[in-house]
C-alpha cells in the first residue's frame, strides 16, 4: 500500500494521476499547504523540503517501506516499480528524461513564478509579471513546437505528460490564448479525457 501526502496543486495532482494510472493502491492524506500543514514535525521526516507530494510505500526496494519526497522522484519511482509510461529502452528512456526535466526545470519553476506574480502577490511588480508571462509563453512555444510532430512530448503517453499536464491546467492563469497553441490544446484534451487523469485531479 502507498500512503499518499498531497495537495490539489500542479505538483501534487502529478502523483495522483500517476498512481491512478498505473493501478496501485494508495491512501490520500491531505496536507493543507494554506494551513501551513506541510510544516508539521511528522510530515517534514518525509518531505524534508516541506513540499508536496510525498509518497510512502509500504512495499519498497526489496520489500522495505521507502519514503518519497519530490514529484519528479516520485513518477520516476513509480514509473520504474511498475514498468508503466517510461520506455524499457535506453534511448526512449532517456527522451522521457528529458522532457521530465524540461518539466521539472522550466516549466515548474517559471509557471510556478507566472501564478505567484500574476495572481498572488501582495503587491503588483510589472516586471516580475512580465518577466515571467514572457518565459511562460516561451516554454508554451517549446511545447508546441515539438507537438505538432508527435502526440505526446516523448512519443508515446509517458510520465513526461504527467509532469507537464499539471501546469499546463493553470493555462488560464498564464494569459495565454489556446488559437496560438493548437497542437498544446489537442495534447492538453487528449489527456484531460483519460479517466485516470480524470480520477487523479479530483485528489484530495
Same mark, same amino acid.
Given at each position: 500500500?502507498?500512503?499518499?501526502?498531497?495537495? /490539489?496543486?500542479?505538483?501534487g495532482?502529478?502523483a495522483?494521476?500517476?498512481?491512478?494510472e498505473?493501478?496501485?493502491?494508495?491512501?490520500?492524506?491531505?496536507?493543507?499547504?494554506?494551513a501551513?500543514?506541510?510544516?508539521?514535525?511528522?510530515?517534514?521526516?518525509?518531505?524534508?523540503?516541506?513540499?508536496?507530494?510525498?509518497?510512502v510505500d509500504?512495499d /519498497?526496494?526489496?520489500?522495505?517501506?521507502?519514503s518519497?519526497?519530490?514529484?519528479?522522484a516520485?513518477?520516476?519511482y513509480?514509473?520504474d516499480?511498475?514498468g $508503466?509510461?517510461?520506455? %524499457?529502452? !535506453?534511448?526512449? $528512456?532517456?527522451?522521457v528524461?528529458e522532457?521530465?526535466?524540461f518539466?521539472?526545470g522550466?516549466?515548474?519553476?517559471?509557471f510556478?513564478?507566472a501564478?505567484?506574480?500574476?495572481?498572488?502577490?501582495?503587491e *503588483?511588480?510589472p516586471? %516580475?509579471?512580465?518577466r515571467?508571462?514572457? *518565459?511562460?509563453?516561451?516554454?508554451?512555444?517549446?511545447?508546441?513546437?515539438r507537438?505538432? *510532430?508527435?502526440?505526446?512530448l516523448?512519443?508515446?503517453?509517458?510520465? !513526461?505528460?504527467? !509532469?507537464?499536464?499539471?501546469?499546463?491546467?493553470?493555462?488560464?492563469?498564464?494569459g495565454?490564448?489556446? !488559437?496560438?497553441?493548437?497542437?498544446?490544446?489537442?495534447w492538453?484534451?487528449?489527456?484531460?479525457?483519460?479517466?485516470?487523469v480524470?480520477?487523479?485531479?479530483?485528489?484530495?
Amino acid at each position: 500500500m502507498i500512503d499518499l501526502y498531497t495537495w /490539489g496543486t500542479p505538483n501534487g495532482v502529478k502523483a495522483s494521476i500517476m498512481l491512478e494510472e498505473v493501478a496501485l493502491p494508495y491512501r490520500v492524506h491531505p496536507v493543507n499547504i494554506g494551513a501551513d500543514e506541510q510544516f508539521e514535525p511528522a510530515f517534514l521526516k518525509i518531505s524534508p523540503n516541506n513540499k508536496i507530494p510525498a509518497i510512502v510505500d509500504s512495499d /519498497g526496494p526489496g520489500g522495505e517501506p521507502i519514503s518519497l519526497f519530490e514529484s519528479g522522484a516520485i513518477l520516476l519511482y513509480l514509473a520504474d516499480k511498475t514498468g $508503466r509510461l517510461i520506455p %524499457a529502452d !535506453a534511448r526512449g $528512456r532517456w527522451r522521457v528524461m528529458e522532457w521530465l526535466m524540461f518539466q521539472m526545470g522550466g516549466v515548474g519553476p517559471m509557471f510556478g513564478q507566472a501564478n505567484h506574480f500574476r495572481r498572488f502577490a501582495k503587491e *503588483e511588480v510589472p516586471y %516580475a509579471i512580465e518577466r515571467y508571462t514572457t *518565459e511562460a509563453h516561451r516554454l508554451y512555444g517549446v511545447m508546441e513546437r515539438r507537438l505538432a *510532430e508527435r502526440d505526446f512530448l516523448a512519443g508515446d503517453y509517458s510520465i !513526461a505528460d504527467i !509532469a507537464c499536464f499539471g501546469w499546463v491546467r493553470r493555462w488560464e492563469w498564464h494569459g495565454i490564448d489556446w !488559437a496560438d497553441y493548437p497542437n498544446l490544446h489537442r495534447w492538453f484534451e487528449a489527456i484531460g479525457e483519460r479517466p485516470a487523469v480524470q480520477r487523479g485531479i479530483k485528489v484530495p
